[in-house]
């Protein structure tokens, strides 16, 4: 059965903190809210950018991660935060 759309965001937000918590354990409490509004706007906006023009989104990517290793770890945090959000 397919989770709600309240159940599926409660575990999008449980994965977005997982995968922050490095960050987050090294600031301030007070601002974490703002780190985590900043990295999901961040993250939507990196989705629309890959469903409205992969291509582009891709060439992005590879500017921003120029080193091969680097957009390994990426692609590996990525599948990370998909099977937290779907699982």
Excluded: C
Excluded at 46 to 53: N, S, T
Excluded at 59 to 72: D, K, N, S
Aim: negative net charge; glycine residues 6%; without cysteine.
């Amino acid at each position: 059965m397919k989770a709600s759309v309240d159940a599926q965001w409660a575990q999008y937000g449980r994965a977005l903190i997982d995968s922050m918590s490095e960050v987050l354990a090294e600031t301030p409490d007070e601002i974490h809210a703002n780190l985590l509004e900043t990295a999901d706007y961040w993250l939507s906006l990196g989705l629309v950018l890959g469903l409205r023009d992969p291509d582009q989104a891709r060439q992005l990517l590879q500017v921003i991660e120029a080193h091969e290793a680097e957009r390994g770890e990426l692609e590996h945090d990525a599948t990370g935060l998909l099977s937290q959000v779907f699982e």
